[in-house]
């Protein structure tokens, strides 16, 4: 039930074995693992959208706990990767969102507001499936002015508050569904068909994703 090891998901690499069962030492439940695991990514590997490579290596967990940060697809995949490696079964949910966290520059590199195969993990706990979504770092949440997305092992957690009083700020259009392994093949031909200049906007570059947030919101303040 979706505990293997797979190409991307590549939960018996020794760094991620290694990072597993450090923020799990503690954790005398599965639930506990789970939810330990999920803030270790969420706050331990930053939060980048410029950090999308189309070359299928840069997607394998390992790769994203060696870089330190990933956009929400790659730190979906290292946090199943992670969940698997303690013995808990772990699959991959995409759906396509509006109202994303994002910075203006970014919208404008990508030509719309529409973010396609934004990426979670479902981990299978107490008997059912609950989803995680590990992508915003708290750093990045700060920079923002929004609160962090939190994760209890019970409820679903996939929508991100606006503010204190639990606005959303996200929509949710479009369910892809579940899959046990990352299919790049077919997001990297999503982003191609709605990004057209994905490899000369979209691809990996040297931009400061918090450093436009934090201005920004300066600059929204301050006007």
């Known amino acids: 039930m979706d505990m293997s090891p797979t190409f991307f998901i590549d939960s018996d690499h020794p760094e991620i074995k290694a990072f597993s069962t450090h923020y799990t030492q503690n954790a005398k439940t599965d639930l506990d693992k789970a939810i330990g695991l999920y803030y270790a990514v969420r ?25 330190k940060k990933g956009y929400c697809v790659a730190k979906a995949v290292l946090l199943a990767a992670c969940v698997r490696s ?35 993990t479902d981990i299978f706990l107490n008997d059912k499936w609950v989803k995680a979504t590990p992508a915003f770092n708290l750093g990045l949440c700060k920079a923002f002015g929004v609160l962090p997305l939190e994760f209890d092992g019970i409820q679903d957690s996939v929508f991100h ?20 392994d990352l299919p790049w093949d077919t997001i990297l031909k999503s982003f191609m068909k709605t990004y057209p200049d994905f490899h000369e906007k979209m691809g990996p570059s040297s931009n400061d994703f918090r450093g436009e947030a934090l201005a920004e919101n300066i600059k929204k303040k301050e006007d």
């Not at 930053?46 to 997607?59: C, E, G, L, V, W």
């Not at 079964?89 to 973010?115: E, I, S, Y």
């Open 43 to 67: 706050d331990e590997i930053r939060y980048d959208p410029y950090s999308i490579d189309p070359r299928a290596k840069t997607m394998k967990a390992s790769y994203t706990l060696e870089k």
């Open 161 to 180: 508050p606006l503010n204190a009083k639990g606005d959303r700020h996200m929509e949710y259009v479009r369910d892809h569904g579940r899959f046990s």
């Open 86 to 120: 303690q013995g808990i079964p772990a699959r991959l949910g995409f759906a396509d969102v509006k109202n994303h966290l994002t910075t203006d520059k970014l919208k404008q590199r990508m030509g719309t507001d529409l973010f396609v195969w934004h990426g979670y």
